[in-house]
C-alpha cells in the first residue's frame, strides 16, 4: 500500500520528490490544507472508505496513512 500511496503523491503533487514512509504531508511535501484535503479525496475513492475529518490531524506521514487505511479496511 505504501508503494501506491508514494505514486499517487508523486503523480498528484510532486513527481522529482524522494518519498518514503516517514515523508511529512506538511513538512517536508509542503501540502497545504486545499492539497492534503484533496489527496484525502483520492484515497477515499481509491480505497473506498471514509476518512473522518478529525482524524486527519494525526495523518502525519504516509506511514501514518497507510496504517488508518489498513485500520479502516479490516473487517
Do not use: Q, R
Amino acid at each position: 500500500m505504501l508503494t501506491e500511496l508514494i505514486e499517487i503523491i508523486k503523480d498528484t503533487f510532486l513527481p522529482t520528490i524522494v518519498v518514503t514512509g516517514d515523508t511529512a504531508l506538511k513538512t517536508d511535501l509542503a501540502l497545504d490544507s486545499f492539497e492534503i484535503i484533496n489527496l484525502i479525496g483520492i484515497l477515499e475513492d481509491k480505497y473506498k472508505i471514509e476518512i473522518n475529518v478529525i482524524d486527519i490531524v494525526s495523518l502525519i506521514t504516509l506511514e501514518d496513512i497507510c496504517n488508518y487505511i489498513a485500520n479502516k479496511k479490516m473487517p
